[in-house]
């Protein structure tokens, strides 16, 4: 039995297979860049790239996991302001300590997400309409809140985003990446994760099995939130200020993200770790235009034909393993 | 299988060729395997030929390639001695082949009236003709009797059986010389497949060449002029109807003699009660309906579509929640009325419902992940990680037990057949171990050779002392099946019937008690 169960987890190709291209997907990015540009493949590039990122990969792993309950997270980006607005306000306006600061700037992200869940789901409304209300209210809590007026924070906190000794990662990226692997698993071995796929695959054949879903599809929502206030505090130790305005359009990267990785809109489908792959994929893809000198406009261009590849071969990919898995039983 | 015509088919000549509707020669589809294999058939003028055959026998793959859906791998096809390829539905379409597929497609929120006519609406620039297309629409329905159906009503608000029978009528409304038939009947009461039949005969009798499948082996032998019956892939024999018993189709079908071999019913009811349904009431849909259900009984609950019994188990089942009543369980005193599933799931019910793919399955998620689905406590440690070898070594075991035919328990489900399908949501309940099992419509879309297995399990289940509720649709399986049948008939009970006593007479004749009343 036991010998069984292992084979077919290694028989997962598709898993197997969805890493591999992702992998050769950046490969040939920095191959491409390298050709291009002398000064991109450098040893020193790839830290450079990654302790940019840690804010966008943690909004991103969130909304994997909404994308995966069948809803969508649009008010991220507005979140991420508020937190860092309130962090910026507590410290400079209230002299707060920077630690005391960011445990109110994660439970007021947390509890933006908390409502919002608590509202789509409790109320069935489609949480696209409801996170575009919050889109705009936490937006609009973060001027309120600073007077539309940037804070300057200083140089006490940037320790967090500073590369670390020896490996030159900021401590900021590792913990994005602790939480890109917390949550895969997550998702992968523990009921929670079990219930979120459930629940996206088809949410009224969980009901009728007698799981009650309105706890963990809030639940998602709340870490959602959540991770929106640990990326302020990233980005806010980054800078180190903070801005009301922003994050603006960091949905949508979000969104690109996890969609490059694979992750199916209609909910049911998603994997973190090739959700981390995609925001590599972009930011490698941003970095190296910005060095060949490629204008605004080439720069969005490309950008938004890669993400549309990418969700045209997989299409593909999951066809071809559909239709070897029928053929399969006969 | 190579694309070589055999020697018949050179010699064909186009005279020969036209003697016939519909003429189709060594059709081969691969697809790893080959799942229609070398199959020929001829259709004339005004003649209903059934296909008969298992699941995965290739029937519906048949039926997909004549109907342009699919292009077969080999072999050749004329209509009225024309060859015919056709590329896609449409072409098939304007060639006179209409199909009407064993799933619904009608739209859910166009109306009745849109649906009939979709794609052809009546307009003048684009701008659609309401009043012709009503007059077009009613005529349509009342061709065939359906004038009970309001054009306005959204067709998701249709019940299943009004919904196929719209699906029918549509077909039949445009230009038909060929009609494919996919399980018409598998959602339609008695009164709605006789009302089918009457029709059926009568554009037979106006020289339509229908291709009828079915499961029901009665409704072949009184409705088909020719019967062809196909295992895996293959043709095995074609012959009149008329010489042909269903013994013979069925061990055509299976290979299996014993199928069809009288089955001795055995009552496994015990004296206590396990289960009482006091007074559950739906508004307007359902009376406030009282019956008690023993430990080790299968109770039978039978009715026309749209009689509520189907709103009769949600209700119980708190998927909607009752407007009156309560049940109470053996062992607790506490009447109780659930407001959700996870409450009557707390309480040991557990409820298989009409629709797999809508309510019952993940359908793109594996057997093991639909198996455990509502166990999920008992493979997870305090910190709820999932113990995988347990949880694949739990599935294994029910899929053994209930023989649901799959490479491994981490095969998807959607590429299982109708009746596996439907083993996994039973086993489901199984690894929940609960008491009361409500079947909704437990063989529909199952295949005839797959209802023995799911009777046998309603067997081992009532020996174990479960309480099984049964709604069908088809008569037969709940004489066959149940200690007991219960009639519900316009939202009440209009009989119960022991089976020491019954008649199916006496039991159709309550069908209808609540409608003429």
Redesign the interface.
Known sequence: MGIEFVRARLDDRGALVQYMGMVGVLIMLVAIFSSLSEHFFRPQTIPLILNQIPDLIVIAVGMTLVLIIGGIDLSVGSLLALGSAVIGVLMVDHGWSFVSASVVCLLTAGACGLTSGMISVGAKVPSFIVTLGMLEISRGIAYWLTDSQQKYIGSSVESLSLPLPVIGLSSAFLVAFSVVLVTQWVLTRTVFGRYCIAIGTNVEAVRMSGVNTFPYRVAVFTVSGLLCGLAAIMRTTLLPSTDPETGVGMELAAIAACVIGGTSLMGGRGSVINTFFGVLIISVLQTGLAQVGAAEGTKRIITGTVIIVAVILDAIRGRWFAGEGRTLES | MTSVPDRQTIACTVDEASSHLLRCDSLTKR???N?LEDVSLELSHGEIHAIVGAN?AGKSTFCKIVSGLVRPTSGTMWIRGTEYRPANKRHAETAGVQIVQQELNLIGNLTVAENLLFGRFPHRWGRIHRGELHRRARLALDRFGLDEISLDTPARRLGVGQQQMVEIATALDRDCRVLILDEPTAALTHRETDRLFIWLRKLRDQGVGMIYISHRLEEVIELADRVTVLRDGKKVLSREASCLSADEMVRGMTGDDTLFAHHDFVSHCQSNVRFRVQGIGQRSVLHPTSFDVHAGERLGVAGLIGSGRTELLRAI?G?DVADSGHVVLDGDPRPRRFR???Q???AGLA?V?EDRK????????SVM?NAT??T??E??SA????D??DE??AS?RYRDQLAI????V???C???SGGNQQKVVIA?WLL?DAKVFLFDEPTRGVDIAATRPIYALFDELAQAGKSLVIVSSDLDELLRNCDRILVLSAGRVTGEFHRDTWSRESIMQAFFAGYTE
């Not at chain 2, 910190?383 to 999932?386: L, M, N, Q, S, W």
């Open positions: 697809y790893a395997v799942v995965g089942f998927a959700t599933p996870s009557a799931v707390a409820m419902t809508q309510s019952g399955l993940l359908l793109s998620q992940v689905l509502a999920m406590s493979f997870r910190v709820g990680i999932i995988h070898a694949w070594a294994t035919r799959c490479r491994d981490g095969q998807s959607d590429t299982l489901k929940r």
